[in-house]
């Protein structure tokens, strides 16, 4: 059975990445992928199928919270979008120069990436860059080195990254020390690809469109600001900013405090224009940004996770780590190979089974491998452009090729990896508490 599971995922996994020759939507084949592993699991199981459905529900919970925290977010975006918000951002940017105007957002991507998470600051970042360079291979070469920036930048944060914050969660790491001594790393991480392309990037940003493209929303007519273009603007980062706060102070889920920032801004867009009638409003309300916003992408999600929750309830992926252990033996070599692994397979349960692996009596607080399984699982996703949820996130709303990015990107992304991970193993003998 686990053998059929693992065929199963395989080629589902092959036709994602081959979806242009086969012309088959990603998305499809997600979905697809998803529910045949589940149900290879359930009918040839020695398993109950009411212990299946429980595994099944327990996913589901988590998977849906991701969802709906998406959701969230891109909503959010469309909706600031809608009032030309991000042009207060935009038209300060004045650098035609493609090496400058890279640095600049993969800077703002990094340290914004750390505040909010690599997936919400993706959003944010993809969406600002279709303003700034309407060029599309450029932008996609943009897009390629956001993911690097928003992992790099959300791997050293306990609120940046999903992984990071359950280990910070489960205590296996403290907050100030993943600061002090993953942030060299993460830097080096993204600095090696940028100054790569510092010599090598050629083309131009390209030609903005008449309003950077809000005449696609049927509301390009607009020359000046928009009424309350600002206030969204900055309740939209406002909100955004505040899902890490509210998860901290009420320990409820972040999708939670996401559609809380949502419900606020909506009930703004619904009073800023009260004189217009309800087909004039809706461009500039959440229900029209919900209509907006890649639903594919969202459900390419759904598959995804399905699939890879239907890997960790069978225990392949444990026993998986287990094997890693008894074969390699050095953790060092292990967890830098997770941290690739994490490209091919989602993090989140990759570093639950790690923790799983490892026990707290063994490696406390703060030890070597739980500072450095958050770097490794943190960035090395970068590699593949569905390795990460900023990845995911980035083909969705970009329409990126597998196979382009692992031409023109994975190999940036692999060597900011190494180096990092290397920094990191220098510099650790020096920072070490224990």
Same mark, same amino acid.
């Given at each position: 059975m686990e053998a059929i599971v693992i065929v199963t995922f395989v080629v589902g996994y092959l036709a994602i990445a081959l979806e242009h020759p086969i012309k088959i939507?990603?998305?499809?084949?997600?979905?697809?992928?998803?529910?045949?592993?589940?149900?290879?699991?359930?009918?040839?199981?020695?398993?109950?199928?009411?212990?299946?459905?429980?595994?099944?529900?327990e996913h589901l919970g988590?998977?849906?919270?991701?969802?709906?925290?998406?959701?969230?977010?891109?909503?959010?975006?469309?909706?600031?979008?809608?009032?030309?918000?991000?042009?207060?951002?935009?038209?300060r940017i004045k650098?035609?120069?493609?090496?400058?105007?890279?640095?600049v957002v993969c800077s703002v991507t990094f340290f914004l990436s750390a505040i909010l998470d690599n997936l919400t600051t993706t959003i944010v970042m993809v969406s600002l860059i279709r303003k700034l360079v309407p060029n599309k291979n450029m932008r996609l070469?943009?897009?390629?080195?956001?993911?690097?920036?928003?992992?790099?930048?959300?791997?050293?944060?306990?609120?940046?990254?999903?992984?990071?914050?359950?280990?910070?969660i489960g205590g296996q790491i403290s907050s100030v020390n993943i600061i002090k001594?993953?942030?060299?790393? @993460?830097?080096?991480? =993204?600095?090696?690809?940028?100054?790569? !392309?510092?010599? +090598? *990037? /050629?083309?131009?940003?390209?030609?903005?469109?008449?309003?950077?493209?809000?005449?696609?929303?049927?509301?390009?007519?607009?020359?000046?600001?928009?009424?309350?273009?600002?206030?969204?603007?900055?309740?939209?980062?406002?909100?955004?900013?505040?899902?890490?706060?509210?998860k901290t102070v009420t320990h409820l889920p972040p999708y939670l405090g996401m559609l809380l920032a949502l419900g606020v801004l909506w009930v703004v867009s619904e009073l800023i224009n009260p004189d217009m009638d309800e087909a004039e409003k809706k461009p500039y309300t959440a229900a029209g940004a919900l209509t907006r916003i890649d639903v594919p992408s969202v459900l390419f999600f759904l598959g995804i996770l399905l699939a890879v929750s239907a890997l960790q @309830?069978?225990?392949? =992926?444990?026993?998986?780590?287990?094997? !890693?252990?008894? +074969? *390699? /033996?050095d953790n060092r070599i292990i967890i830098t190979l997770i941290g690739i692994l994490s490209a091919i397979v989602d993090n989140v349960p990759l570093v639950a089974a790690s923790m799983g692996m490892y026990s707290m009596e063994t490696y406390p607080t703060d030890h070597m491998i739980w500072e450095y399984l958050a770097y490794c699982a943190g960035t090395g996703?970068?590699?593949?452009?569905?390795?990460?949820?900023?990845?995911?996130?980035?083909?969705?709303?970009?329409?990126?090729?597998?196979?382009?990015?692992?031409?023109?990107?994975?190999?940036?992304?692999a060597l900011g990896y190494f180096a990092g991970a290397i920094v990191y193993l220098i510099i650790y003998p020096y920072l070490a508490v224990h």
């Open positions: 939507n990603k998305t499809a084949t997600a979905i697809l992928t998803g529910v045949l592993c589940w149900t290879i699991y359930a009918l040839y199981s020695a398993e109950s199928i009411e212990h299946i459905g429980e595994q099944l529900h988590e998977i849906s919270g991701i969802l709906f925290f998406l959701m969230g977010a891109m909503t959010i975006v469309e909706l600031v979008d809608a009032y030309q918000g991000f042009r207060f951002i935009t038209d650098t035609k120069n493609p090496r400058t105007l890279l640095w070469t943009f897009v390629g080195m956001i993911v690097i920036a928003a992992n790099a930048g959300g791997a050293w944060s306990p609120i940046g990254d999903v992984t990071t914050t359950m280990l910070w001594t993953l942030l060299l790393p @993460s830097i080096v991480c =993204l600095i090696v690809p940028l100054v790569y !392309l510092q010599f +090598t *990037l /050629k083309g131009k940003l390209g030609q903005p469109h008449a309003e950077g493209g809000e005449k696609a929303h049927g509301h390009g007519s607009h020359n000046g600001p928009i009424k309350g273009s600002k206030a969204m603007l900055f309740l939209g980062i406002g909100g955004l900013i505040s899902v890490p706060v509210f @309830s069978m225990e392949i =992926l444990g026993h998986f780590a287990s094997w !890693l252990d008894t +074969t *390699l /033996k996703g970068s590699i593949l452009i569905i390795g990460s949820a900023a990845g995911v996130a980035a083909m969705g709303m970009e329409k990126i090729d597998f196979i382009w990015y692992l031409k023109k990107i994975s190999w940036l992304a």
